[in-house]
C-alpha cells in the first residue's frame, strides 16, 4: 500500500508540472502575439519604430509629480526589448539613433531653467537650490526612465549590456557620427556603473565541481591564452591554479569577469610553464611550493560593460582570498601579454626608413649583424629583411637570429611600453590596465610566449607587473594624477639603451 506522504509529493509534482505547462502555454502564446506585432513594426519601417517609440518611451513625468507616478506597464519594457532584438544591424543603428534624437533631453526646458537659476541668484538660498534640482531634474533623458524600468524586467539587464555593446560599436566603427548617440552611451554607462557596483557583485572560484555551464563559458571567454580543450581546462582550475570570476544576480551563470592565477615558487617568466604543464594536474597542492601568485589571464566576458571598473577590483577582491588562503604568500605578479608591439615595431621601422633614419635606431653594428644573420639578398635593404623577418615565427627557431635580435627587440619592447603614450599614459592598454591598479612595470621576458599568437602579437615577449601591496596606492597616484610610470631598473636599463641608440 502507497504511504500517505508519497500519495502527497506525486500530487504535489502532478500540480507543478501543470503549473510549468501552462506557464509555458503563455510564454510561448505572448511571444507569439509579440513576433506578429513585431513583425508588422518592421514592415512599418521608421513609421513602425516611431510608433513603438511613442507608445514604450513615457513622457518624463513632471517635477511636482516625479515621486508619484506610477511604473509604466511591464509589457512597454517586454515590447521594447522584443522589437529591438528583431532588428538587423541597419536598423538598429536607425532606431537608436531616433531614440537618441527624439527620446532624449527637452532642450527647450532646460534653456528656461537655466535662464530661471540665473534671475534667481539674488533670491533665498532655498529658492537657488529649488530651481538647480529643477535644473538637474530636467537633464534626465526620457529614455533613461525606459532604460530603468528595463532593469526591472527578466533578463533586462543583460539586454541593456549588450544594447550599449551595440552603441559601442556603432561609436567605434564610425557608423554614426551624432552626439546624441554618444549621449546616449553616456547614460547607459552610468547606469550599468552603479547597477554593477563592487557591492552588488559577487566573487566566484571556479572549479572543475563547478556547473558544466560555467566551465563551458569560462574556456569561451579566455581571450588571452585560448583554452584548447577539456583537459586544458582541467588544469587551469586544478591544483596550483586558482579561476575566479565576478557575477551578477541580475545576470545569473554568466561570468562578467574572469582571472585566471598561478600559484608557483618563483614569479614565471614564461607562460608555456603556465598553461602547458600537465604534471601537476591530479597532485596535491604542497604549500611550501607556493610562494607567488600570477595573474596570468584576466578577461572581461562583456562588451557592454567597457569601462565599467570591474578588472582592478578583481584583482584586489582576489589578492585578499588567497591571503586568507595562504598567509604567507608574499609575491603578486601578472605574466601580461603586449598586444600591438609588432604592429608598432613594424610601422617604426617603416617610418625610420622613409625618413632614411634607420641608423637612429639601430646601431650600424647590429644593422650588420642582422644582414648577415638573415643573409640579406645584395641590394635589399636590411630594415625590410628585419620586417619581414618579425613578420614571421620562423626566427625563433634560430639560436643565432635569436641572439642577435634579442638585445634590440628588448629595447624596443621596453620603449613601447614605457615611452609611448596616448595623452600621457601607456599606449598598450594592458600596461595601461595594471599601472592604473599601481603595479610597477617590474620585468620584461625573453621568449615568454612562443606561441604562433605571441610571436605575432609581441616577438614572444612578455612582462610582469608587479604589485607591492604596500606601495600600490602610491603607484596609483602617481601614474593618474602625475602620469609617472613606476618602473624596475630592468626596464628602465632597456628604456636608457633605446634613448642612447636612437640618440633621444
Known amino acids: 500500500m502507497t504511504s500517505h506522504p508519497v500519495i502527497l509529493a506525486f500530487r504535489s509534482s502532478v500540480r507543478c508540472w501543470r503549473h510549468r505547462a501552462l506557464l509555458r502555454v503563455a510564454l510561448e502564446a505572448s511571444d507569439i502575439r509579440c513576433r506578429r506585432l513585431y513583425s508588422t513594426h518592421i514592415r512599418g519601417g521608421v513609421s513602425g519604430m516611431e510608433e513603438i517609440l ?3 518611451v513615457a513622457p518624463l513625468p513632471s517635477y511636482e509629480t516625479r515621486d508619484k507616478s506610477p511604473p509604466p506597464p511591464e509589457i512597454n519594457s517586454l515590447e521594447f526589448m ?3 532584438k528583431s532588428l538587423d544591424k541597419e536598423d538598429k543603428l536607425n532606431f537608436l539613433t531616433k531614440l537618441s534624437q527624439d527620446f532624449g533631453v527637452d532642450h527647450k526646458s532646460v534653456s528656461e531653467l537655466a535662464l530661471k537659476l540665473l534671475d534667481t541668484q539674488i533670491r533665498d538660498l532655498a529658492t537657488i537650490l529649488l530651481v538647480e534640482d529643477r535644473l538637474r531634474y530636467s537633464l534626465t533623458p526620457r529614455y533613461k526612465q525606459l532604460f530603468s524600468h528595463i532593469s526591472r524586467v527578466e533578463g ?13 560599436e556603432i561609436i567605434s566603427s564610425k557608423a554614426s557620427e551624432s552626439p546624441h548617440i554618444r549621449d546616449l552611451n553616456g547614460t547607459l554607462k552610468s547606469l550599468l556603473s552603479e547597477w554593477f557596483s563592487v557591492g552588488l557583485l559577487r566573487l566566484e572560484r571556479i572549479t572543475w565541481q563547478s556547473p558544466c555551464e560555467i566551465l563551458q563559458k569560462i574556456s569561451q571567454y579566455e581571450a588571452v591564452h585560448p583554452v584548447r580543450n577539456w583537459t586544458d581546462l582541467k588544469r587551469r582550475v586544478g591544483p596550483y591554479r586558482r579561476c575566479y570570476a565576478f557575477t551578477h544576480a541580475a545576470m545569473p551563470g554568466e561570468p562578467l569577469v574572469v582571472l585566471h592565477v598561478a600559484l608557483t615558487e618563483d614569479i614565471s617568466d614564461n607562460i608555456q610553464s603556465i598553461v602547458r604543464e600537465f604534471a601537476t594536474l591530479d597532485s596535491e597542492e604542497d604549500v611550501n611550493k607556493i610562494n607567488s601568485a600570477i595573474f596570468y ?7 557592454g560593460l567597457q569601462g565599467v571598473e570591474l578588472g582592478n577590483v ?3 577582491r582576489v589578492v585578499r582570498e588567497l591571503q586568507s588562503e595562504f598567509p604567507h604568500l608574499a609575491q603578486f605578479s601578472s605574466l601580461s601579454p603586449i598586444p600591438g608591439f609588432s604592429a608598432w615595431l613594424q610601422g617604426l621601422l617603416s617610418q625610420y626608413r622613409k625618413e632614411g633614419r634607420v641608423f637612429d635606431l639601430l646601431s650600424e653594428e647590429e644593422w650588420k649583424e642582422i644582414e648577415h644573420a638573415t643573409d640579406s ?3 635589399t635593404p636590411t630594415v625590410d629583411s628585419l620586417r619581414k623577418l618579425i613578420s614571421t615565427n620562423e626566427w625563433m627557431r634560430s639560436e643565432r637570429l635569436s641572439g642577435v635580435l634579442e638585445p634590440v627587440l628588448m629595447r624596443l619592447c621596453a620603449w613601447y611600453l614605457y615611452g ?4 600621457g599614459y601607456a599606449l598598450n592598454p594592458v600596461a595601461n590596465f595594471h599601472l592604473q591598479n599601481g603595479a610597477m612595470m617590474w620585468r620584461l621576458n625573453w621568449r615568454a610566449d612562443t606561441s604562433p599568437r605571441g610571436v605575432a602579437n609581441s616577438c614572444g615577449i612578455m612582462v610582469n607587473y608587479r604589485y607591492f601591496l604596500n606601495e600600490t596606492s602610491k603607484n596609483s597616484a602617481l601614474y593618474l594624477q602625475n602620469k609617472v610610470i613606476t618602473a624596475s631598473e630592468q626596464v628602465l636599463g632597456f628604456v636608457s639603451q633605446f634613448q642612447k641608440a636612437s640618440k633621444l
Open 156 to 168: 533586462g539587464v543583460k539586454f541593456l549590456v549588450d544594447l550599449r555593446a551595440d552603441v559601442l
Open 420 to 423: 609611448e603614450k596616448r595623452r
Open 82 to 84: 522584443y522589437f529591438y
Open 377 to 379: 639578398i645584395p641590394g
Open 54 to 56: 511613442a507608445r514604450v
Open 297 to 303: 589571464s584576466i578577461s572581461s566576458t562583456q562588451a
Open 314 to 316: 578583481l584583482i584586489k
